[in-house]
């Protein structure tokens, strides 16, 4: 069975840092690529960060570069994201993904599984 679990989300002040994480089972980290996305109330969804398989990351939100920073400890078969100098704008329900392929991808439709999401709520 393929699982995804998102855990660490929660609310924080602007300025803030939260690291969220992504227990994966079922599969093997060593192989395939995992992506963060997010979903902000009324906007469509988005994508973060994504590590590949080898650990190298892509950054597809310009305003998260400098601020967020994707990591993963494949023996515990778990990927982190985290996030620092938080801002209202970061408020959102944040999600991992897999994407069974060495490489990551932009497209939120390339991706296999889905976790059920944990909720950042970034306010004073």
């Known amino acids: 069975q393929v699982q995804l679990v998102e855990s660490g989300g929660g609310l924080v002040q602007p300025g803030g840092s939260l690291r969220l994480s992504c227990a994966a089972s079922g599969f093997t980290l060593d192989y395939y690529a995992i992506g963060w996305f997010r979903q902000a109330p009324g906007k469509e969804r988005e994508g973060v960060l994504c590590?590949?398989?080898?650990?190298?990351?892509?950054n597809y939100a310009d305003s998260v570069k400098g601020r967020f920073t994707i990591s993963k400890d494949n023996a515990k078969n778990t990927v982190h994201l985290q996030m620092n100098s938080l801002k209202p704008e970061d408020t959102g329900v944040y999600y991992c993904?897999?994407?069974?392929?060495?490489?990551?991808?932009?497209?939120?439709?390339?991706?296999?599984?889905w976790g059920q999401g944990t909720q950042v709520t970034v306010s004073s």
């Open positions: 590590i590949s398989s080898s650990g190298d990351s892509t």
């Open positions: 993904a897999v994407r069974f392929r060495t490489a990551c991808s932009a497209f939120s439709s390339s991706y296999n599984y």
